[in-house]
């Protein structure tokens, strides 16, 4: 493909926003230039339903893994458990996984457990971690640091809107930086700035769909399509074309999700 292409590196098509429609929005996401999508697992109990939605497209992949509000309600699981699904060629990454004491949906101590066990998870199995925080900047950094010491691990914190401090302690830990439509929102300047001043070899894109739809989509349900809005902003913000963008994120990208190979982002 000659035309830049853009990866989505977090979405959800399982969830029931997009049960009646997926096809045409995976369709739309590649006739906007999207080359691949990674759908997230937030509960391992629906991990199969995920899985499904990755087999039957040549350019969707997956997850596995337990998001910090489903912590306590789902089965407690192992490492052993995660790296067990992780064996299925169309898993390229393990989460997403974290902590949230914004809504604290599930207790801390049970957020942090699973969140370890992810990240023995990914440290096995060679997949970057994803990262979900939220108003746990300190902690987060602090289980991260800690676990580091066992031994590296990738991965990136996902749809980031938390500190610059947090983003350049993620990045000096080799990890990337996920963004995600709130570049785009009117309130989000503090973020802008962050961006701007993370090196660029370090930078993702995605829409966290059906969420947090970008600048001029918002109000409505977010998909891959639209991640094109977001990489024009991140564009904007680095001083660079669309082109380079686009070639930067993906190659990004591509480096952190090795499982995936070249060609099903850009074609053989």
Not at 36 to 64: D, G, N, Q, W
Not at 160 to 172: C, G
């Amino acid at each position: 493909m000659n035309a830049p292409v853009l990866v989505d590196s977090h979405c959800h098509l399982d969830f029931p926003d997009f049960a009646e429609e997926v096809d045409e929005v995976v369709n739309r996401a590649h006739e906007a230039g999207v080359g691949l999508m990674v759908t997230i697992s937030t509960k391992i109990s629906e991990f199969e339903r995920v899985r499904a939605v990755a087999e039957r497209f040549p350019h969707v992949y997956c997850t596995v893994g337990i998001h910090p509000h489903e912590a306590e309600d789902e089965p407690e699981t192992s490492a052993a458990r995660l790296i067990e699904l992780a064996q299925h060629p169309k898993v390229v990454g393990i989460g997403e996984t974290g902590l949230d004491f914004f809504y604290e949906h599930s207790p801390r101590e049970a957020q942090e457990t699973a969140f370890r066990a992810h990240i023995a998870a990914s440290r096995e199995t060679g997949l970057p971690l994803i990262v979900h925080t939220r108003d746990a900047d300190e902690d987060t950094a602090r289980i991260l640091a800690e676990e580091m010491e066992k031994g590296a691990f990738p991965g990136l914190l996902h749809c980031f809107s938390s500190s610059r401090q947090l983003a350049e302690k993620a990045v000096d830990f080799g990890f990337y930086i996920s963004l995600s439509g709130i570049l785009t929102f009117k309130k989000a300047e503090e973020l802008r700035e962050t961006a701007e001043a993370l090196p660029l070899d370090r930078l993702l894109v995605e829409t966290d769909a059906p969420y947090l739809a970008p600048v001029p989509k918002r109000g409505k349900r977010n998909e891959p399509s639209f991640v094109v809005h977001t990489a024009a902003k991140l564009a904007e913000v680095k001083g660079v074309s669309a082109a380079e963008l686009a070639e930067a994120t993906t190659e990004n990208f591509l480096k952190l999700f090795s499982r995936v190979p070249r060609e099903a982002v850009y074609g053989a």
